[in-house]
């Protein structure tokens, strides 16, 4: 089904739509990624006022009728909208009625910059609004009107926790308009899944939807055509469309659109099933004994931006002697020189309390953009097991790929995309390159009252996390709160262990302690509290201030580290001094920290080693060159992955395999 089919009313039933790929050429993808962001520099921010007028001129009276009088003027638009679908007159006056109707049952009336910014989304755009510009309640006026049109909303956030709140929090306004709403958290069953796809609108995670996908996909082993899953359902007792948990790919809102769309695409999804763990425990030990035994630099490279190791000619020559006595698999170079590189990565790419914890006698993933613990998933091709036989606990079975897909492929298969987000523009460009999505620049509509200091910068991680508490001590004392964040389980619990020493109360928040997250966040605004938080409270959330907190100047955010890319910076910083009120951040860093450590560990060695002091427009520029390559290390590693995607899918393609 074509996107002019989407934007006509009804969906067939029984059909699963969804986007055909359009496979672009090496020239197209160069040409577009050239071109995009000077597009958006040039078109990017052009707002359609019109449309404001539109929306006015249908609110005219709306606040005057009665209850039963408005339910019957949505009746009408539904059937309007239905008929002939999404007509720019037929949007304004939808906006008008949800409008009303949020400002009856939830309490907020839509600003005119959340119009903006939901008739951005409408149109298929980015819409970029600062944090604390009313995200949540902006993606109604999109969702609900293409809901009221018939067509099936996907909410896409970064994780359950606002997956659940802002479903629960916005379910009132559309049980007014008659539309149901559904919500996919972690652990739930398929029928539970299915009833929660089957509603007009969808909250989901972006990893729960694209796994949900791929198990359809292995269910329809490639078929979507209506008319064959017609005919099945015809003479099959129990037809595969019955089984299916979703209804296709029809419309999707993307809230913090960058990360889901960028940062979290360096990676794809891949669906396992288990293989028989067989004799593996001993060759995983085997693997890591001789790992440890293996020098860096001189045996392996560790490309740790990459999240690779590459072995030398001397390393893949040490490995054969260390290993040649245990004959079997050993004896083949390729699994020889694979097992030594999983061996390595497992004792130095991952790090506990970083890249994972251990809880309950199992290594539970860490998402490194979340700070959430990834139930139930696992690393691949053994890598998994041989950080469990490090960690000295019970070997799992090993994942055999059933399906895989990148986030590039999958989001380009939904008939209409959108999405929201308070840090786009620099990533404008490749939203646009791999999307074709259009950012625009939403105003604020209330000035904006944050300040962001100057970084300060410390020679060692001893100095700054001195410095972080005699901050926090001195802002305590005046009856503001602090937010810290960090980003590692392992700093978080660092900083807090010194906070405690010092005698100063506090609350930590991070994938050991996010059973109590919304209590931790209800009361991060209150007069005193300190807070310390991964990047758990980096986005989506909204820490509210007690009385009087802004008259004393608002929530102080500190960064206790700079992050891989400038947009997180922004996002931790957006917890305070939002809708207008006032609030400060600032980061309290090392010459030690990873960012810098990574890109240009060697050259500090040699300038520290000559000067006893770095002046401040040397350490900004090391700092701010750190995030700039490592952010187009990661494009690199984007661009990659979407190549070999498409590789991958033509070679399955033609063996007659799935995804």
Wanted: some cysteine; proline content about 3%; charged content about 25%.
């Amino acid at each position: 089904m074509s996107e002019a089919a989407l934007l006509r009313p009804g969906i067939t039933a029984g059909s699963y739509p969804e986007r055909e790929e359009e496979r672009e050429s090496w020239l197209d993808r160069t040409a577009s990624a050239m071109c995009g962001a000077l597009f958006q520099h040039l078109g990017g921010n052009n707002l359609d006022q019109n449309f404001l007028r539109h929306v006015e001129q249908a609110s005219e009276g709306l606040e005057l009728l009665p209850p039963q009088d408005l339910n019957e003027v949505v009746i009408l638009l539904r059937q309007e909208l239905h008929r002939n679908g999404l007509r720019p007159d037929l949007v304004a006056r939808a906006f008008a009625v949800i409008r009303e109707l949020s400002s009856r049952k939830l309490g907020m009336r839509h600003f005119d910059v959340q119009l903006l910014g939901g008739w951005a989304m409408m149109r298929g755009k980015i819409a970029e609004m600062e944090t604390g510009e009313g995200k949540t309640l902006t993606a109604t006026l999109p969702a609900a009107t293409a809901a009221l049109a018939g067509i099936p909303v996907h909410i896409i956030t970064v994780n359950d926790f606002l997956a659940a709140r802002d479903a629960s929090w916005m379910k009132p306004l559309y049980d007014a308009l008659g539309l149901s709403v559904g919500t996919i958290l972690e652990g739930m069953s398929p029928p539970e899944r299915r009833h929660a796809y089957g509603c007009s609108i969808t909250y989901c995670t972006n990893k729960q939807v694209v796994f949900d996908y791929l198990k359809d996909r292995l269910l329809l082993q490639q078929e979507s055509r209506a008319l064959h899953l017609k005919l099945e359902a015809l003479h099959r007792e129990d037809p595969r469309s019955n089984r299916l948990v979703m209804r296709g790919l029809c419309f999707a809102i993307v809230d913090e659109a960058d990360s889901v769309l960028v940062d979290e695409a360096r990676t794809p999804l891949i669906i396992s099933g288990k293989q028989g763990a067989g004799d593996q425990e001993r060759l995983y030990r085997q693997a890591l004994d001789a790992a440890r035994r293996m020098q860096t630099g001189r045996d392996y490279l560790v490309r740790e931006h990459e999240r690779r190791i590459d072995l030398t000619d001397l390393g893949r020559a040490h490995a054969k002697r260390l290993t040649d006595r245990y004959g079997g698999v050993w004896n083949a170079p390729g699994h020889r020189e694979d097992i030594m590189r999983q061996a390595l990565g497992a004792l130095y790419l991952y790090t506990r309390d970083k890249h994972y914890i251990v809880e309950e006698e199992r290594v539970r993933i860490v998402d490194e953009y979340t700070g959430r613990v990834m139930a139930d998933r696992s690393w691949e091709r053994g890598l998994h097991q041989m950080v469990e036989a490090k960690e000295g606990l019970q070997i799992s079975s090993r994942q055999e790929t059933l399906a895989r897909i990148s986030y590039q492929r999958f989001f380009r298969r939904y008939l209409k995309l959108a999405g929201m987000t308070g840090t786009a523009q620099e990533v404008a460009g490749e939203l646009w390159a791999v999307y074709r999505l259009d950012t625009v620049r939403i105003p604020t509509n209330r000035p904006q009252r944050r300040k962001i200091h100057s970084d300060l910068v410390y020679q060692t991680s001893r100095a700054k996390w001195g410095a972080i508490v005699d901050r926090v001590a001195q802002l305590h004392s005046t009856g503001r709160p602090v937010l810290v964040g960090t980003r590692s389980v392992a700093d978080s619990e660092h900083i807090s262990g010194l906070l405690e020493k010092a005698g100063l109360k506090h609350s930590v928040l991070n994938a050991r302690q996010n059973r109590a997250e919304a209590e931790i966040v209800a009361q991060a605004g209150q007069p005193g509290r300190v807070t310390v938080a991964t990047n758990m409270a980096g986005r989506g959330t909204d820490i509210k201030l007690a009385p009087g907190v802004a008259e004393a100047g608002g929530l102080f955010v500190i960064a206790s580290e700079r992050h891989e890319a400038g947009r997180i910076d922004r996002q931790l910083f957006g917890r305070s001094g939002r809708q207008g009120d006032p609030g400060e951040g600032q980061a309290i860093v090392s010459l030690h920290d990873e960012l810098v450590r990574s890109v240009f560990g060697w050259l500090l060695d040699r300038l520290l080693a000559r000067n006893a002091h770095l002046p401040d427009w040397l350490v900004r520029t090391i700092f701010g060159w750190a995030q700039r390559i490592t952010e187009h290390r990661h494009g690199g590693i984007r661009k990659r992955l979407l190549r070999s995607d498409d590789s991958l899918q033509d070679l399955l393609a033609f063996s007659g395999r799935g995804e």
